[in-house]
């Protein structure tokens, strides 16, 4: 019997973390973005050295064990800062099931509102974001370390009750 759960990340989570989070950036981003040479790479790296500095910080949503997808509260405070779901299971609540569970997370801290930010362009982030309760509140441009230059981002809150 199939069993979908989401739990804390362990440490054997580490390389799931990464390659999870790797492919759902560079599916997602390099959808707008030019893939420049060299970023791929860079992107991976980037998400191995988060995985193995933060993964006490990350939830991680699985199916009969398998990591599909992950999401993180890297200062433990009322921002979100990583959303992600392997890019063949998108579109079937995983998502939606680990941003609540981190909404659930904040609101049990004490926190009022919950926070997140994604690319502008990153259409499908932010129509889940508003279904779970989400409203832009600030969109500009910020310096993006993954793609290294600046880019397009909407902040968003979202009112915990």
Do not use: C
Not at 60 to 72: C, H, M, S
């Amino acid at each position: 019997m199939s069993s979908f759960r989401i739990r804390p990340a362990a440490e054997a989570d580490i390389a799931a973390i990464a390659a999870v989070g790797a492919r759902a950036w560079a599916s997602n981003v390099f959808s707008f973005e030019p893939e420049l040479p060299g970023m791929r790479m860079h992107v991976e790296k980037a998400f191995r050295a988060f995985a193995d500095s933060s993964y006490r910080n990350v939830l991680v949503g699985e199916l009969d064990n398998v990591v599909l997808g992950w999401g993180a509260r890297e200062e433990d405070n009322d921002y979100i800062s990583d959303l992600w779901v392997d890019p063949v299971v998108q579109g079937q609540g995983i998502g939606s099931a680990i941003l609540r569970t981190l909404m659930a997370n904040i609101r049990d801290a004490g926190y009022l509102r919950a926070r997140i930010s994604t690319h502008a362009r990153n259409v499908k982030a932010i129509r889940l974001y508003e279904r779970e309760g989400f409203t832009v509140i600030e969109q500009g441009s910020e310096w993006s370390t993954s793609l290294e230059r600046e880019m397009d981002k909407v902040k968003m809150l979202a009112e915990l009750r």
